[in-house]
Structure formats: C-alpha cells, structure tokens
C-alpha cells in the first residue's frame, strides 16, 4: 500500500536490510519498496528440498526478492564470520525483521538505528512463535501488531508503535494473519518514518500492567488435538485457531473399532443441555454430523480425512458412510 507518508526523494537515504521469511514478511517488503525505500539486500532461510522430487523450495520472501533484483543472503549459520562481514560491508543504518529467526547480538548491534521486529500482537502479550494461533485459541477478541528494537531476549525489547485490531467471533487464524498482516506492512512503513524524525518516545514493556501475561509457544501436533471433554466454546476456538494450518485434528471411531485420522477446518457450535455420551457423533448420514460435549454440540463443517482432500461435510457424507453409532475417539 503506497502511503507517501514522506518524499519519496528522501526515502532512498535510508540504508536499509530487510529479514524474514513467509508470506506474512512479504507484504511489509512490498510497503517499504513501493514507498521508494531503498533495501540494500535481504536476508532469507536457505533453500530447502521438498516434496517427491526434492525440488529446492525458496522462501516467500527470496521469491518477491528475485523479482524486485534485491541482493538475497541465505546464511546457514548467523553467527558466519562471512556473513556477518557481509552485513558490515552493507553498511546498514536499519534492520527490519518480519517472521524470521532470533538474531545473535553481534547481529542486531550492527545497524547504528537499531534493529526493528514486527511482532503480531499487542505485546508483552503474546510473546512467542504463534501469536495469531493463541489469540483465537484463547477467544481473545481483540489483538494487534507492535513494533519493537530487538534485544537478548525474544520479544521483550522497547516497543516503538502498535495498532489494536479487533477479532471476530467467527474469524479463523489464516483470515487474522492476513488482516493483521496488511495492518502490519503500513505499521512497519509508519515505524521507519517515525525511527527517521528522530524524536522517538519507547515504552518499556516492563511499563505497561499486565498481570495476566499469556504466551504464544510453537505449535505441535498434540497442540492440535481435538479434546472432547472440553466445552463446546473451547473447542470451537481451538479449530478456528488453527485453521486452516496446521489444522486441529481428531479420529473417527468405527463401530468396529476401526480409526480414522480427519482434520477440522471449520465447524459450529450449539448450547445446549442432553443426554447424550461424551463424544457421541449424531448424524443423519447425508448433511450433518454434531458431536456431543459437555454442553451442548460441534457441527462439522469443512474437513479432511487422511490422504484425501478437504471437502464440506455434505462431501464428505456422499462417500463416507457413517451413522449415529460411531463417535470419536476422547482418551
């Protein structure tokens, strides 16, 4: 998004190296270079092989780079010796990093502005590696972006600016980080001016009253199972937290006893009072299938099988037959 929040003129004396990897790093790169600023090189993952083939799968950011003809680092180690002279050689006045890895001191002292992260949530909330994910896994309903100087310990440094984002009740974690990524691109622009004027105020985040601090730790695969036994609002949040990656997940229990690995994408959720078992599957075996918990139903709606392809649940239906006998598995 082109802001022109400064001459364009003045932008290019900034000497600026860009760090990050996925597609949530690309768009802030994108604000930067279409405002006129000049990245003198970007510093990316290193090519990894991938699928039957193990064709080398560059990053998001590489790609938009290549484009662009920005100079690519891909160091194996940030420690190198050679890279950071690489580094030094540049000259950079500033580091911006979006979505990459923890950087060694001897990395973020080399830029004379300092080192900026761009974090997605209104820290000291959420410090971690999913912040997104936990926010609506916890039902949070509101959350952000911040941006910060890094230092020793990850993400705690002075925070620079940060914009509060509302959540919607309904919203999954791939609609979040696309949102709080655009929000998050003009943040980073907003921050580079604001770094250049300088006449900057940071707050601690040792300032702000927190008492309740809530963590963002990566997300595992036993992170993604689906437990039962919980209310129907929790698990409501956690599938719609995790959609639609990594996904939460569950298994079909025939009444055979044979197991069905199935990932749930989107579902519904109902309170109400039953009778019913824990974990029992009511289905009419052609358009819906609810599961009982605690208080009241998950209605299923858009899931996955194991080595098939995601489909809506009426797909599903048409070539799974299923009835109210089987249930899913809660130990």
């Not at 920005?70 to 979006?98: A, G, T």
């Not at 972006?145 to 509302?166: Q, Y």
């Amino acid at each position: 998004m082109l802001l022109n929040l400064v001459n364009p003129q003045m932008n290019g004396n900034l000497n600026i190296v860009y760090m990050g990897t996925p597609e949530f790093a690309v768009a802030p790169l994108d604000c930067l270079v279409k405002n006129n600023y000049h990245i003198s090189a970007v510093v990316t993952t290193p090519d990894k092989p991938s699928g039957r083939g193990l064709k080398q799968n560059e990053s998001a950011v590489k790609k938009y780079a290549l484009e662009k003809n920005i100079p690519i680092l891909q160091p194996v180690s940030l420690k190198s010796p050679d890279f950071i002279d690489q580094l030094k050689k540049i000259n950079p006045e500033i580091f911006i990093v979006v979505a990459f890895r923890m950087l060694p001191e001897v990395i973020w002292k080399i830029p004379p502005l300092g080192t900026i992260n761009l974090h997605a949530s209104l820290l000291p909330q959420y410090r971690g590696a999913a912040p997104i994910n936990w926010a609506i896994i916890n039902g949070e309903n509101k959350t952000g972006v911040t941006t910060f100087f890094i230092n020793e310990e990850i993400d705690t440094g002075k925070i620079i600016l940060s914009e509060e984002v509302n959540i919607k009740p309904d919203e999954n974690a791939g609609e979040l980080h696309d949102k709080l990524m655009n929000i998050g691109s003009e943040l980073v622009l907003k921050t580079v001016v604001y770094i250049k004027s300088k006449n900057i105020k940071l707050i601690s985040q040792e300032e702000i009253d927190s008492l309740d601090l809530k963590k963002a730790p990566k997300i595992f695969k036993e992170t993604c199972r689906i437990n039962w036994n919980n209310k129907a609002g929790k698990i409501y949040n956690l599938i719609r937290g995790l959609s639609p990656y990594p996904a939460a997940f569950t298994e079909l229990l025939s009444p055979q006893g044979i197991s069905h690995y199935l990932k749930v994408f989107s579902c519904e959720k109902e309170i109400s009072k039953h009778n019913h078992e824990i974990g029992k599957i009511i289905t009419d075996s052609k358009s819906f299938v609810s599961i009982a918990v605690t208080d009241g139903f998950i209605y299923l709606q858009d899931l996955q099988l194991s080595s098939k392809k995601k489909m809506s649940i009426t797909e599903f239906l048409r070539g799974f037959q299923m009835d109210g006998n089987w249930k899913v598995n809660i130990s």
